[in-house]
């Protein structure tokens, strides 16, 4: 008979705390909390009042594993033998040991995890107890008597069984075999028994040891490579850290030694400021003494020396020379200058003469226009007004004004002239202011092409020396 049957395992669900699913993050159970099943085996979950069967199908992220409370695994292969052991006094001081087998095949998996179906053979125990008269079979019979017992028990059994059948929660039992031991008997298969249950506990317990050695090795072996990547992580961090600092290290290094030779050359290009300074206060500007000091340094040859005292000597000499030709050429520059200002003037003079003459000139063209027009205006003006008289007075005697007085006819024309005389006078003003502007013009045109003449005259004959004499 299998150790653990029906139920196989049993285990109790707390709340699912791990989540599943990449865009919808749900509520899902660990691989490891769904227990394995053999082929012959189903799954019950409970939930809530509801005992769900399940053949393997169910995952851990399926609802009703999610809200399972507890999960049982059952046993359904068909005919599972279990054996039930029981006394029958006997007409001796010992008692006959009665072994009856069922065989068993669970029908309502359900049924079995809801009543929890866990002691068959006690249940088995019971239904032998209940069967009348059993215990009574061998009561009269000598303790060598076992068969004679079992024919008995047989019989009785089997016709208890037709009228009253096993009745235990979703599981179907059979009794199909029953034998009688004596004490001697049931002793040895006592003895056997217990062996087989030490073997079966020895060897479960060695696979239970060698389970936790491969679980302990495994644990070890993934503690090892966890240890080992640590170990990894840790010296590539080391070596990183440690070329860090290197690298650190060398930069302060070269700056440090940057810095310690730019010093070096401030201090350097200080001293060699002090010296020159010193040596500039010494010398001055004095090229010989520079030379001097050259020389007596080894920076130069004395025939070095009188070379450079010649080629001095001859520039001294050539500068002179040419400022002396530069004081004669400035003299003869000023004396020529000075009678190209005088020749600018009389020109000016000139020029200036001809101008107001063709100035005078013009002004009495002018005048002469003026007149001639004012002249000739006026003859107009007389003959206009002639012929407004003449028309007057044909119109007047015309309408026979003249025959009656002749004074009418002359007021008549007094009268008109009285009226053309101020428009006259007008046109005469006109013409007289027309002409003075006219004049004033010119005069205007006159003047400011004088001045511009005299001064393009003085700039253009004014040199540079009178432009510095002048400043």
């Known amino acids: 008979?299998?150790?653990?049957?029906?139920?196989?395992?049993?285990?109790?669900?707390?709340?699912?705390?791990?989540?599943?699913?990449?865009?919808?993050?749900?509520?899902?159970?660990?691989?490891?909390?769904?227990?394995?099943?053999?082929?012959?085996?189903?799954?019950?979950?409970?939930?809530?009042?509801?005992?769900?069967?399940?053949?393997?199908?169910?995952?851990?992220?399926?609802?009703?594993?999610?809200?399972?409370?507890?999960?049982?695994?059952?046993?359904?292969?068909?005919?599972?033998?279990?054996?039930?052991?029981m006394?029958?006094?006997?007409?001796?001081?010992?008692?006959?040991?009665?072994?009856?087998?069922?065989?068993?095949?669970?029908?309502?998996?359900?049924?079995?995890?809801?009543?929890?179906?866990?002691?068959?053979?006690a249940l088995l125990?019971?239904?032998?107890?209940?069967?009348?008269?059993?215990?009574?079979?061998?009561g009269d019979l000598m303790i060598t008597d076992t068969a004679m017992v079992r024919r008995r028990i047989d019989a009785r059994l089997t016709a208890y069984q037709e009228m009253q059948p096993v009745?235990?929660?979703?599981?179907?039992?059979?009794?199909?075999?029953?034998?009688?031991l004596t004490p001697e008997e049931y002793a040895a298969h006592v003895r056997a028994a217990e062996e087989a249950r030490r073997q079966r506990e020895k060897e479960r317990f060695e696979e239970e040891m060698a389970r936790q050695r491969a679980q302990a090795e495994a644990e070890m072996a993934r503690q090892r490579a966890e240890t080992e990547a640590k170990m990894a992580l840790m010296q590539e961090q080391h070596r990183q850290e440690l070329e860090k600092l290197q690298l650190s290290h060398e930069r302060d290094s070269r700056a440090k030694g940057q810095e310690h030779e730019l010093y070096l050359?401030?201090?350097?290009?200080?001293?060699?400021?002090?010296?020159?300074?010193?040596?500039?206060?010494?010398?001055?500007?004095?090229?010989?003494?520079?030379?001097?000091?050259?020389?007596?340094?080894?920076?130069?040859?004395?025939?070095?020396?009188?070379?450079?005292?010649?080629?001095?000597?001859?520039?001294?000499?050539?500068?002179?020379?040419?400022?002396?030709?530069?004081?004669?050429?400035?003299?003869?520059?000023?004396?020529?200058?000075?009678?190209?200002?005088?020749?600018?003037?009389?020109?000016?003079?000139?020029?200036?003469?001809?101008?107001?003459?063709?100035?005078?000139?013009?002004?009495?063209?002018?005048?002469?226009?003026?007149?001639?027009?004012?002249?000739?205006?006026?003859?107009d003006w007389r003959e206009k007004v002639l012929k407004v008289e003449h028309d007057l007075k044909r119109q007047a005697i015309a309408r026979g004004h003249g025959d009656s007085s002749h004074v009418e006819v002359d007021s008549l024309i007094k009268v008109t002239e009285a009226q053309f005389a101020p428009q006259a006078l007008e046109r005469a003003e006109q013409v007289k202011v027309e002409r003075a502007d006219r004049l004033a013009e010119d005069d205007d045109v006159l003047d400011a092409d004088t001045d511009s003449k005299e001064g393009d005259d003085t700039t253009d004959d004014l040199g540079p020396g009178l432009m510095e004499e002048n400043a």
């Open 125 to 138: 125990l019971g239904y032998l107890r209940g069967v009348p008269g059993l215990v009574e079979e061998g």
């Open 265 to 379: 050359q401030a201090q350097k290009n200080l001293f060699d400021r002090t010296q020159v300074t010193e040596v500039l206060q010494i010398l001055g500007d004095n090229p010989l003494a520079a030379d001097a000091l050259a020389n007596q340094r080894g920076e130069i040859a004395a025939d070095k020396i009188a070379e450079r005292m010649r080629a001095d000597h001859d520039r001294h000499t050539e500068e002179l020379e040419r400022k002396e030709t530069a004081a004669w050429d400035q003299q003869r520059f000023r004396l020529e200058r000075g009678d190209r200002i005088r020749d600018s003037h009389n020109q000016d003079r000139r020029a200036d003469e001809a101008a107001q003459r063709a100035e005078a000139a013009l002004q009495a063209d002018r005048e002469r226009e003026d007149t001639r027009m004012l002249r000739a205006e006026q003859r």
């Open 87 to 121: 006394s029958i006094p006997s007409a001796e001081a010992g008692d006959f040991t009665l072994r009856t087998t069922f065989h068993c095949t669970v029908t309502d998996a359900r049924a079995v995890v809801r009543d929890g179906v866990t002691h068959v053979e």
């Open 167 to 180: 009745q235990v929660s979703g599981l179907h039992a059979l009794p199909n075999e029953v034998s009688v």
């Open 1 to 85: 008979m299998a150790d653990r049957y029906p139920l196989v395992e049993q285990r109790q669900f707390g709340r699912a705390d791990k989540r599943a699913g990449f865009l919808s993050r749900r509520p899902a159970r660990a691989d490891d909390e769904l227990p394995r099943l053999a082929p012959h085996q189903v799954r019950v979950f409970r939930v809530g009042d509801e005992y769900i069967e399940d053949h393997g199908q169910l995952g851990p992220q399926h609802d009703t594993v999610v809200a399972a409370s507890s999960v049982s695994v059952v046993d359904r292969s068909a005919g599972v033998p279990v054996v039930v052991e």
